[in-house]
């Protein structure tokens, strides 16, 4: 049986991974078994529980809490009460924090795990994890995203530069089967949505609602032009491992008290260039200090100098950096800004020592897509991270259930 398929571009949403405080910095959510995986976590599976980490530019110590928000799958918050989704009471204090060590720039590195003893998980679904001071809980410092999954569907996820539009080109296709067990599934018409990211931007995420074609408890999602995505270009790369020579392209590290800047190499646009092959992180960063042995505590911060020479500035639009570090957000703090003077665009972020994957985005004026293809170019030879979400509400019910995940490759 097959039916018309009804697609929409989600397009950013209010509720991001992101600090308010500017104090606080270098937030990151991932499994514990793994720091280039999107922030989800299988019920059951509590031996590899999320890691939530940020550090506070302070010489001093907090007492700090968290609590959570369930949310639908457009994260929004869910008619859930705090006691249907969490165990006890809705909030935990964070009791693993650190003094930074032999680094210029002071901070407390703070970290936890979600869930945990004092807090157990009872319902599949989004999540926002929002941090506080214990005695001023209505000032949210920071928040972020992750996810709770059944995974009580399996998902099969494949992605290909043959596309219903063109073939070995400037897009990438993605096609989805999801299968469960007889009978869990009434309405796959009615009752899925299933939510597609490249490289976890929040920008492009695609979410479709009906299937192409149910074939007993086989699910199929194929031959969508929501599907079909810009190819873009592997991400940029940098590291800023170590302060005492030159890494990954920094061109020079330069101590000005009371920071270390790193001048970065000037990019250039790759549109017109040949495709070349990099092996990235799908956008994803890791902080590290090559001449430490726990970066966590002992890694700088550092002001670090982008620059992209366009050979002139543009008009019509905005150009951003994009990758996790910026929570794939189009806000000024991450916006290239042109600079007269030297004729090429600019920013400085203070980010702490690390690898770090990156690329540039032009947003048209009145858009709120990115585009790859102004400044990186779309290749279809491109590796690309395709994360996909399906998620079940039946009729009566009062949430939307995360039932099944799968990540997907292109050109492997």
Known sequence: MAMASLSLRVGAQALHTQCFDPDFRTLKVAPRSNNYFPPIWVMGLDDDPLIVSFDHLSENNLYLRYSLIHCNSDWQPSELQESEYVTGFNYADIEHSEYSASTFTHYVHYEFA?????????????????VYEQDNPDEILLQARFAVCENTMSIRATATSR???????????????????RGSISDPYNDLKLFISQNSRLDNEVMITHPLMVSGEVITYEHNRELIFPAGNEFRRIETVATHAPSMGVVSMQYFDPYYHANLRTDVPRADEPYYYDRTQHGYFTIRNWESEHSDTEA???????????????NGGK????????????IPKYEMRYDMSSGLYTADLLLKQGAYNYQYLWVPDGANVGLTSAIEGDK????????VRLYQRQPGDRYDRFVGFGIAFSGK
């Open 319 to 330: 150009i951003y950096i994009d990758g996790e570090f910026t929570g794939h957000q189009f």
């Open 163 to 181: 596309t219903d539009i063109d073939y070995n080109e400037q897009h990438q296709q993605v096609s989805i089967t999801a299968s469960g067990k």
């Open 300 to 314: 700088d911060y550092i002001v670090t100098h982008f620059s992209l020479d366009m050979n002139g500035q543009l």
């Open 380 to 387: 279809y030879q491109t590796v690309n991270e395709y994360i």
């Open 114 to 130: 979600i869930p945990n003893r004092e807090m157990q998980i009872l319902k599949s679904g989004n999540y926002i994890v929002r």
